[in-house]
């Protein structure tokens, strides 16, 4: 649905999560965050930003989607998309389970050119039980 409201006539919006994978040890972490977002994260990770508290990443994830919005204004769908970020993060958190680690993540592909018309934005979650890589690009 979110994927929908976010796209336009040139403007392609793409949200993935990835398979969560098992924590083997459970919560608390027992390796360092890096380490996991290695394992989690398909692509090589460049640098991580815990954000705190860990409650705050879904207005991260709404700032983000809003900053990804058609520069239109308009969107294909016959929601606005701030409307469907509350559903969407219900549904990570089904999923998870309560996030209790956050984290920004910057990965080495990351292009960050001034006037580049792709943007990025990429997280870390894990719950108690699971850890997934949440990606958000727009394709113009």
């Not at 705050?56 to 709404?62: A, H, K, M």
């Not at 239109?72 to 606005?80: F, L, N, P």
Request: charged share 20%; glycine share 6%; with cysteine.
């Amino acid at each position: 649905m979110i994927e929908r409201a976010m796209s336009d006539v040139d403007h392609s919006f793409t949200i993935g999560l990835s398979t969560p994978i098992p924590l083997a040890d459970r919560f608390p972490l027992r390796e360092p965050l890096g380490m996991l977002a290695g394992r989690v994260v398909s692509v090589p990770v460049a640098t991580l930003r815990v954000v705190k508290p860990p409650s705050r990443w879904s207005q991260l994830l709404r700032d983000d989607v809003l900053r990804m919005k058609p520069p239109s204004g308009r969107s294909g769908g016959e929601t606005a998309p701030e409307l469907e970020i509350p559903a969407l993060v219900n549904t990570i958190e089904a999923l998870l389970g309560t996030i209790r680690i956050a984290a920004q993540v910057q990965t080495a592909t990351d292009r960050k050119e001034p006037g580049c018309p792709n943007l990025w934005a990429d997280y870390l979650l894990v719950s108690q039980s699971y850890a997934a890589h949440l990606s958000l690009a727009v394709d113009d």
